[in-house]
């Protein structure tokens, strides 16, 4: 008898389909004679809905799936989910982390030279609309939503002078022409779990799960640990102006944090080091180094 496939959610776009493709591509080379792998596409709420102003939910219909046993796996990109997940629910971490940086995309007019005061950038996120006024207090920060192809095309046809997106995705895509340059972390820490990809399962569903975080790239998930923890503290809500990057070097994982006010006028900052192993508690310190830093909780 024939053992029913395991079947993994992805949302439709260009990109969801290259990062499902890429999770089932490396689970089939370890599973010579295993269960068959299906996949199985979804259109959130936030592929539909692309009104200004909108916090867009690219996950709602992948996790409607999940929880009337249509699929069994979600895959998503992990800075597209809120801390913690409903309930029910476990994430765990793909595979190795992709490129973290932010990534200028600039008109052809534009390239080789900085872009001309009062350029229009487009962006969908208040953490880079924020970065961008602290960079450039003098550019016209504009609402840019749709898929990376959507998004860039509009720079490269002129209509806007710049865009920032992603490096991970347009990498992941095969385009790194279309960047013009990585801004540094200095002054663009990524959102919390930027390329990094999220499996998302029901929580009972326990061997599913060891076998999943058995296949997890180690530092990865110490980092999506960490940074969701970041990301917790403030709520959980993706769309805020909140930047957080982990990192491991000589066995110290460091933990950078900041938050910024809409405007980009006033920044806090955090940075905190200590052991890989305690990756969500050096999250969580570095979040309360920044909301006491920033007044919103009295003592040390």
């Not at 102006?241 to 006028?265: F, H, I, K, S």
């Amino acid at each position: 008898m024939t053992e029913a496939p395991l079947r993994v959610g992805s949302r439709r776009s260009p990109l969801a389909r290259w990062q499902t493709a890429e999770v089932v591509r490396r689970w089939t080379a370890v599973r010579a004679e295993g269960r068959p792998i299906a996949t199985v596409y979804r259109t959130p709420s936030g592929d539909r809905d692309r009104r200004r102003g909108q916090s867009p939910d690219f996950a709602d219909a992948l996790e409607a799936a999940l929880r009337d046993r249509q699929i069994d796996v979600a895959v998503h990109s992990a800075k597209d989910l809120p801390a913690p997940l409903p309930r029910g629910f476990r994430l765990i971490a793909g595979p190795r982390r992709a490129d973290p940086h932010e990534a200028l995309v600039v008109a052809p007019g534009h390239r080789g030279v900085p872009l001309p005061e009062g350029a229009r950038v487009g962006t969908s996120s208040v953490r880079r609309r924020a970065q961008l006024l602290r960079w450039r207090p003098d550019l016209r920060v504009v609402e840019l939503r749709g898929n990376v192809e959507r998004r860039v095309a509009q720079v490269l046809d002129g209509r806007l002078d710049a865009a920032v997106l992603a490096a991970a995705g347009i990498l992941r895509l095969g385009h790194r022409e279309w960047i013009e340059r990585l801004l540094p972390f200095e002054g663009f820490l990524p959102a919390p779990g930027q390329g990094i990809l999220g499996l998302e399962i029901r929580s009972g569903d326990r061997a599913l799960g060891r076998w999943l975080g058995g296949l997890a790239h180690p530092a990865t998930a110490r980092a999506l640990a960490a940074e969701r923890a970041v990301l917790e503290a403030f709520g959980g809500d993706c769309d805020q102006p909140l930047g957080a990057l982990a990192t491991e070097r000589a066995g110290r994982l460091t933990v950078r944090a900041e938050r910024l006010d809409l405007d980009g006028r006033r920044t806090v900052r955090s940075r905190r080091v200590g052991d890989p192993e305690d990756a969500g508690r050096i999250g969580a310190a570095a979040a309360r180094d920044l909301r006491r830093i920033a007044g919103r909780v009295p003592g040390s």
